[in-house]
């Protein structure tokens, strides 16, 4: 069973900052990739960012340059730093983790999600 615990979201002005964290408990093998969604109200889930085992990470095009996906291997954590933040930043932001079991299968695992809410 793995637990994914969010941290780090809240109320921000127009081009302030904000670090979610991430962190992932229980007993599996390995975290591969770790992926940031975000959905607002009325729109579809989207794939913020993500970051593989070495490092390599991908952005959704509308946080290019603003947003940084970082992991702790150590700590089973990713985060997010977000910067210059914008109204339309303003979501309910959730982590994934794909996990390999020490069955050796695989399975995304979810957090909570948190709340990020960007306004003047």
């Known amino acids: 069973q793995v637990h994914l615990a969010e941290s780090g979201g809240g109320l921000v002005q127009p081009g302030g900052s904000l670090t979610l964290s991430c962190a992932a408990s229980?007993?599996?093998?390995?975290?591969?990739?770790m992926r940031w969604y975000r959905q607002a109200p009325g729109k579809q889930r989207e794939l913020v960012a993500s970051?593989?085992?070495?490092?390599?990470?991908d952005y959704g095009d509308s946080v290019k340059g603003r947003f940084t996906i970082s992991r702790d291997n150590v700590k089973n954590t990713a985060y997010l730093q977000m910067n210059s933040l914008k109204p339309e930043d303003t979501a309910v932001y959730s982590c994934?983790?794909?996990?390999?079991?020490?069955?050796?299968?695989?399975?995304?695992?979810w957090g909570q999600g948190t709340q990020v809410t960007v306004t003047v």
């Open positions: 229980g007993s599996f093998f390995r975290i591969n990739d």
């Open positions: 994934c983790f794909d996990i390999t079991r020490w069955s050796g299968s695989r399975v995304d695992s």
């Open positions: 970051i593989s085992t070495d490092g390599i990470t």
